[in-house]
Every structure is written in structure tokens, then in C-alpha cells.
């Protein structure tokens, strides 16, 4: 059995995909996944993808500097390992039961409770996480690097906003849940 190996579509927001081949244009990177049954190509934004990295270890840079702005290949790289470490190691959990509960509180104003558990994430994103909770070495010398604690940051505000939402509207559920239930026996 001959395996065929794989490139990686390394994206901007820290994300990989595994890719069987690809194309590019002036705006798009075609490709397809693998493991995809279908024949039709997906496309990304070239401005979404950073780099293409081929099997024999040669990487096909899509991301172009841009001295205006101040982004390196390198500074955008460190960005992405930032956001790397973020995902695989940032696992702050207290807003989660806090959000719940105030989901599960703000099923008692009926209608007016829908955003209320947005609000909560929007007001819990606005505070990034002081310090990173990396492995002590862990991404030396980059982790020291302006570049990835921003990265870090974004990717952790990030996390605990989708978490907050997704906790918030279940303890929301879980409030609506408990009032009908009650309202409907307590009737009979």
C-alpha cells in the first residue's frame, strides 16, 4: 500500500489543514483536503492563508510582507505560533460555570433575556489573559517575542468569548427549560 504524503495549508488564524493539492491565483488559494470525496476544489482567501508547506519540507509562502503596516514573515509566523500555543494550552475555565449561572439567572426576564449571555462574552473579552500558560521552554525563543504574546492573547479572548456564549445560551436554555416545566406542572 503507497501512502502519498501530505502538504499543510497553514492558515493566518493558527489553524492547518491537510491537503492533497493545490492552486493559486491574484485572490484565492484552490485546494483539496484529505480525505475529501468530492471532486470540487474549496477555496480560501489568499489574505486568510500564510503558507503551503510541502511534503519534502519546502514551504510555498502565500502571506507578503508588508512594511507599511509593519508585518515581517517572521513577525506574523511568531503571531501564529502565539495563537498555536493559545489553542493548545489555554484552558482558563472559570468564566464557563459564571456564565452558565447568569444564563440560567437571566431566564426569569423572559424575552429580554436573549442577550444577556452576549453581553457577558462581549464584556469577558474585552480582558486578555496577563500571562501565557505555556510549558516553561516550550516555543524558546519565539515565546518571548512581542509577536506571540499578542497572538496568545487574541487566541485566548477568542476562546473565552466562543465559550462564554455557548455556556451563557445553555444555562439560558437550561433556565427556560426549568421555568416551563415548573409553570406547566404547578398548573394542574
Given at each position: 500500500?503507497?501512502?502519498?504524503?501530505?502538504?499543510k495549508m497553514l492558515l493566518i488564524n493558527g489553524k492547518t489543514i491537510d491537503i492533497n493539492s493545490?492552486?493559486?491565483?491574484?485572490?484565492?488559494?484552490?485546494y483539496k483536503r484529505t480525505g475529501d470525496v468530492k471532486n470540487k476544489s474549496r477555496l480560501a482567501?489568499?489574505?486568510?492563508?500564510?503558507?503551503?508547506?510541502?511534503?519534502?519540507?519546502?514551504?510555498?509562502?502565500?502571506?507578503?510582507?508588508?512594511?507599511?503596516?509593519?508585518?515581517?514573515?517572521?513577525?506574523?509566523?511568531?503571531?501564529?505560533?502565539?495563537?498555536?500555543?493559545?489553542?493548545?494550552?489555554?484552558?482558563?475555565?472559570?468564566?464557563?460555570?459564571?456564565?452558565?449561572?447568569?444564563?440560567?439567572?437571566?431566564?426569569?426576564?423572559?424575552?429580554?433575556?436573549?442577550?444577556?449571555?452576549?453581553?457577558?462574552?462581549?464584556?469577558?473579552?474585552?480582558?486578555?489573559?496577563?500571562?501565557?500558560?505555556?510549558?516553561?521552554?516550550?516555543?524558546?525563543?519565539?515565546?518571548?517575542?512581542?509577536?506571540?504574546?499578542?497572538?496568545?492573547?487574541?487566541?485566548?479572548?477568542?476562546?473565552?468569548?466562543?465559550?462564554?456564549?455557548?455556556?451563557?445560551?445553555?444555562?439560558?436554555?437550561?433556565?427556560?427549560?426549568?421555568?416551563?416545566?415548573?409553570?406547566?406542572?404547578?398548573?394542574?
Open positions: 500500500m503507497a501512502v502519498k504524503a501530505q502538504e493545490h492552486s493559486i491565483n491574484e485572490e484565492f488559494v484552490f482567501e489568499k489574505v486568510d492563508v500564510f503558507s503551503i508547506q510541502k511534503p519534502d519540507g519546502t514551504e510555498v509562502m502565500i502571506f507578503e510582507a508588508d512594511s507599511a503596516n509593519g508585518l515581517s514573515i517572521e513577525g506574523v509566523r511568531n503571531y501564529i505560533r502565539g495563537e498555536q500555543a493559545a489553542m493548545r494550552f489555554y484552558s482558563e475555565q472559570a468564566h464557563v460555570g459564571e456564565s452558565a449561572i447568569l444564563g440560567m439567572a437571566s431566564s426569569l426576564l423572559g424575552f429580554y433575556s436573549f442577550p444577556i449571555p452576549m453581553f457577558n462574552a462581549v464584556v469577558l473579552g474585552r480582558f486578555s489573559p496577563k500571562k501565557m500558560k505555556i510549558p516553561e521552554g516550550y516555543d524558546a525563543p519565539y515565546s518571548g517575542t512581542e509577536e506571540y504574546l499578542i497572538g496568545y492573547q487574541k487566541k485566548a479572548r477568542n476562546l473565552k468569548i466562543q465559550q462564554s456564549l455557548k455556556w451563557g445560551y445553555i444555562g439560558l436554555g437550561v433556565g427556560l427549560i426549568a421555568i416551563i416545566t415548573y409553570s406547566t406542572t404547578s398548573e394542574k
